[in-house]
């Protein structure tokens, strides 16, 4: 047991910030992603036995909080939006609108972009968290993008500045 604990513990961070950065972009909010990110460690740690046997215990990580994530916004009551900021270089202002044209995709289109693009996983990967074939990732993520630069038109590339780490 002392193994495994260590194990976990030893992994614990990157999967606690991962899990929290999906659940954060998936959800808007940061401290209801800190949240559900937190249950899905708890859950981890629950079924750690066979995690930590597992090849790529991230996707899985990221599963369950994808999953978590789903039961929030099934639970939520639907939000009416803000028209948007007339001032287009805040920084703040891109975010709230990039997460409104996120929250307008279909849910699996926002799945694989946010795991893709936000969470910067690889395809397979995705394809793993979300139990789809890499192909699907594919179609999700090329209509998805496309729907968010129509979405965003002219904000797209200060976006891409504000975002920037």
Do not use: Y
């Amino acid at each position: 047991m002392n193994e495994g604990r260590h194990d976990f513990e030893s992994e614990f961070d990157e999967l606690f910030n991962r899990s929290r950065c999906l659940a954060t972009r998936m959800l808007g909010d940061r401290t209801r992603g800190e949240d559900i990110a937190a249950e899905a460690l708890a859950r981890t740690w629950l079924h750690w036995a066979k995690v930590r046997g597992l090849d790529h215990r991230l996707a899985w990580v990221l599963r369950v909080t994808t999953n978590l994530c789903l039961d929030q916004l099934r639970r939520r009551r639907p939000v009416v939006m803000a028209p948007p900021v007339s001032d287009p270089t805040d920084a703040v202002a891109l975010r709230l609108a990039l997460a409104a044209a996120l929250r307008s995709l279909p849910r699996r289109q926002r799945e694989v972009v946010v795991l893709r693009h936000l969470a910067d996983l690889p395809e397979t990967e995705v394809a793993r968290a979300l139990g789809i074939t890499p192909g699907t990732v594919g179609a999700h993520l090329h209509r998805g993008l496309a729907a968010l630069r129509g979405r965003l038109g002219d904000e797209r590339e200060e976006l891409r500045l504000a975002l920037e780490p």
